[in-house]
Structures are given as C-alpha cells and as structure tokens.
C-alpha cells in the first residue's frame, strides 16, 4: 500500500502544514521562503513535526520525538532574527535540514542505541571527546526534532530493531533500505526534505534506492563522521561516511557546501582538506570533450532484477539521443564477488562475537538478517595476524581494481543501486552493487529515474538455464511482479576516489532528461 497520501487525508494538518512538507517542496525552496520571512521557524518545526509523528504511526520510522525542545530553540531563532535581521550561522531555523539524524549518533541527554539497548552513550561520549571528532551537522545551528529507527546492529539493508520493522511509504510491503531506513522513509512520506545517514556497505544508497530519493555516498575522510556508534567500535578496515538523503539533487549540493563551508578539517585531525567545489566545465575523457559514461549492466554476479535492467536500459537509451553531450560505452565488472566477500570478511572480523555479547547483556534476541549476515562463510574470529593479511589482500584488490578503472577511461559509472526495487520485507541478502564502492572507496550518488515498477512490462523471463552464482538464483526466486508494483526505480553514478563534485557535476547533466516516462 501506498500511504505517501496520508498525511493530506488525515485531517491532522492545514493548509499551510501541507504546503510547508510537500514533497515538491526541497530545503533549498524553504530555506529561501524562511530568508524571505514567508516563513518562521516555528511553522517549519510544527508541520514537519506533525507529519514526522504521522509517519510514525504508519511506517515505525523513529526511535525518539522532542518536539517541544524543538520549538523552543525555533522561537529563540525566530526573535533573533526579528530583532536583528541577522541568521545565526548558515542553516539559521533551517530545521527541515537536520532535523532527522539516524539513531546512531550519540548526543547528550538523548537515548542513543545502534539500536541494541545496551550502548552506553557517556562511554562513547568521552571516547569522541578525546579523539575531537566534529559532528557533520551541530555546527551550523540545526534544531533537532526526531531520530530515527535503524536495523539491529546497523549492518542491514533493511530497517528492523526492538525499535520495530520500518516500513517502505511507497509500498508498505517492501523495504525502505537499510541501515539509515528510518531516515528514507521519513523523508519519502514527507517528514523532512533532509536527513542525514552514514554508509559503510549501502546504508544511505540501499534507502534512496528503495524510496525514489537521492543521496551522495562521499569518498572518507571528506566529510566529518561526528559522535557515533558503529557495530564494533575501532574496526575500520572498511570506513564509513555520512552523507545526505534528499528530495532533490540541489539540496545534496547544498548539504555538502554547508558542511565543508566549515572546513571541518581544523577540527577533525583525519579529514582532506578539499572545499566544496563542482566545476563548471569539467574536462571530460570522451571525445571532442564529451562525458564518457561507462555502463555497467551488472556486477557479473547477480542480474538485477526486470524492472532495474528497464530502468538502466531507458535512461542509457534516452543518453545515447544526445551524441554531442554523452558518450556511451559498456563498463566490464572487474571482481566484484571478491571485493564483496573480503568486504563482508572486514566488516565483522572478530566474527560477530561483540555483536553477540552487546545482544545477549539484556537477551535481546538476535534477528534473522543480523544471524545471516554473522554467519557468511567468509566471517569468522580473526587473529591480529589473519588481519593483517585481510587488509592487505584489500589495498592489492584496491590498486588492481583502479587499474581496471582506469584502463575505460570513463568519467563515471553508471549501474544499478541495487540487485532489484525495495526488496520485499526480511529478503535483502546482496549488498554487492553497493559495498564494492565501499570497499574501493568510491563516491556514489542514488537516484530516481521517475520510473516505477509495473507488473505489466517488467515480466520475469523465464528461469535461465545457468545463473551466474547462489545470489543470482536466490535474487532471482526473490521476484513477483504483483508484489513490486508501484516501487520507485533507481540507478547509481560512481567515480574514482575524490571525484565527489564530478558525480555531481556529471549528474547535474545526466539529470536533465530525468524524469524518465514510461516505455
């Protein structure tokens, strides 16, 4: 079911309410109306406060509500700026912006989990008080209304914790992707136009994908990480990044103008010191100057499925009508099932074991995808020295697959955001057109294509006679029309490590011929 209406029949909210967080509205349109004094900060916290507390009833998309704080720092905000004129810092009253942070973070006097009840936020807090890490976020003066629901020790594809199963607005049968799914399905129901998500295997690509938004993966170290739990604190053989999930790509621009503005760089000792910056005319690879787009119809371990390979092949098809902007080659998938499964290897080297210890301290039973995920065949406890060999397996993987980047010679990447739609709920096994860019560090952008799922055209073509692994075949048994009809269809930009603004800049073009209409 559909419930992105809800709110507009509820009768919960005016007029102006629904105006405020209408989903054609992005923060860029209501941070210049908030300029314009078309708009308090008051009215912001207020309406998407109400619909936030909507979208929770239907979807469990959050784990904490503090409206009435909110709207005591908004009307501090509010007689600021009516007595001076004056905004306090760059997202002054903005509180669309940052309103909806994933339940990770770890901020004083609120509940934090990863989610498992037994996380200590004083600990942790002390911890990032001597490391100095900067939040990406509290500096520019955001008012923090909500958090938001994430799966049982973060490392999920889907959204489901003794918090509850987040459920996906678009069709309340699927998934609204994991880890940072409360997040995408506020933002998809209407609830903020931004919200923030970190990604180490998918977190904020595998939610944009699954709720028709968009949001940019950063290469690390470019963004701040802030105060945060990860499913095992300390294991960084495979970094995280926080990025944006958004309505729009202009706010994804904005996002990351505000956060490096601040050069967070001298506060926060491991970060590059690179600003902001999309060119203007970039030098593109192609001929006569052209964008040379490398198309990866898939990873050559798992087909995508009917409805993802339509979407890849209209939006290729409509590029290709425009030969003096875009050049069109095919992009080969260079190992990726290796770079999958040593990134899976790295994610829990101790084998799970703290994850265990942190559930069994209260008896919070273990879930079905957090059991899955312990108990790949590549996971296991690792000596110091087994460690040793697994990153250094990773940086010879790394340096062979920039050689294979390299040798196309294309500026970006196109391919699917994921191996279907939104999965239906408890299936999502394949995390490998997302977590190999983790696990090569590269910076990847989600986004919709204006297409949706339709049980009429995207019919499964019969049973292969060979499938190209075990994932194929399960992704593949994992497929029933009727089931994702309505889903929205997304696809995925990649680039070398630091080409973050060239994904941009190059999505920026791709995204004058989106949305795509029905073929």
Not at 65 to 72: C, I, P, R, S, T
Not at 387 to 394: A, D, S, T, Y
Not at 423 to 428: D, I, N
Request: aromatic content about 10%.
């Amino acid at each position: 079911m559909d419930v992105r209406r809800a709110a507009a029949e509820s009768g919960l909210m005016t007029a102006e309410e629904l105006d405020i967080t209408s989903l054609d509205q992005d923060a860029v349109s209501i941070l210049a109306r908030i300029k314009r004094k078309e708009l308090t900060a008051v009215q912001v916290v207020m309406a998407f406060g109400k619909r936030a507390a909507i979208a929770h009833q239907l979807l469990c998309c959050l784990s904490d509500f503090f409206l009435e704080d909110a709207l005591v720092r908004a009307k501090e905000l509010d007689d600021f700026y009516a007595e001076t004129g004056r905004l306090v810092g760059p997202l002054h009253g903005k509180t669309k912006l940052y309103s909806i942070v994933a339940s990770s973070f770890v901020f004083i006097d609120i509940f934090c989990t990863m989610p498992v009840p037994v996380i200590n936020p004083s600990y942790f807090l002390e911890l990032y008080r001597k490391i100095r890490l900067t939040s990406p976020c509290l500096q520019f003066y955001p008012v923090f209304y909500v958090k938001t629901n994430l799966p049982q020790c973060i490392m999920h594809l889907e959204t489901y914790s003794f918090w509850g199963q987040v459920l996906n607005p678009c069709n309340t049968k699927l998934t609204p992707g994991g880890s940072s799914g409360g997040c995408s399905a506020l933002v998809a129901f209407g609830g903020s136009p931004v919200s923030i998500g970190s990604d180490i295997g998918g977190s904020i690509r595998s939610p944009a994908n699954a709720c028709g938004i968009w949001t940019l993966k950063p290469t690390t170290s470019r963004v701040p990480k802030g105060m945060i739990c990860t499913a095992q604190p300390g294991a960084d053989s495979i970094l995280s990044t926080f990025g944006p999930l958004t309505r729009s790509l202009r706010d994804i621009d904005l996002w990351f103008s505000v956060v490096l503005g601040g050069k967070p760089w001298l506060n926060e000792y491991n970060l590059a010191p690179i600003p902001w910056e999309i060119p203007v005319s970039p030098r593109w690879s192609g001929s006569n100057g052209l964008m040379r787009i490398g198309v990866m119809w898939h990873d050559g371990v798992v087909l995508p499925q009917p409805p993802i390979r339509r979407a890849l092949k209209t939006l290729v098809d409509v590029l290709r009508q425009d030969p003096v902007k875009f050049e069109i080659v095919d992009y080969p998938p260079f190992k990726h099932f290796e770079a999958g499964e040593l990134a899976h290897e790295l994610y829990f080297v101790d084998g799970g074991a703290y994850v265990r210890a942190r559930a069994a301290a209260t008896g919070e039973p273990v879930l079905p995808l957090t059991e899955w995920v312990m108990t790949l065949p590549s996971v296991k406890n690792h000596t110091i020295h087994e460690l040793w060999e697994l990153n250094l397996r990773r940086e010879a993987l790394r340096a062979e697959y920039l050689q294979h980047y390299n040798a196309q010679n294309v500026d970006v990447i196109l391919c699917p955001a994921g191996a279907g739609p939104a999965p239906v709920l408890g299936t999502c096994k394949y995390w490998g057109y997302t977590n190999v860019w983790n696990f090569v560090d590269y910076p990847a952008a989600v986004f919709p294509t204006g297409l949706t799922s339709n049980p009429a055209i995207d019919v499964q073509e019969g049973v292969p006679e060979t499938y190209m692994s075990e994932a194929d075949r399960y992704n593949s048994g994992c497929y029933d029309p009727e089931m994702f009809a309505g889903a929205p269809l997304c696809l995925q930009l990649v680039s070398r490590r630091f080409a973050d603004e060239i994904v941009v800049k190059a999505l920026q073009e791709i995204s004058k011929v989106l949305p795509l209409g029905e073929k």
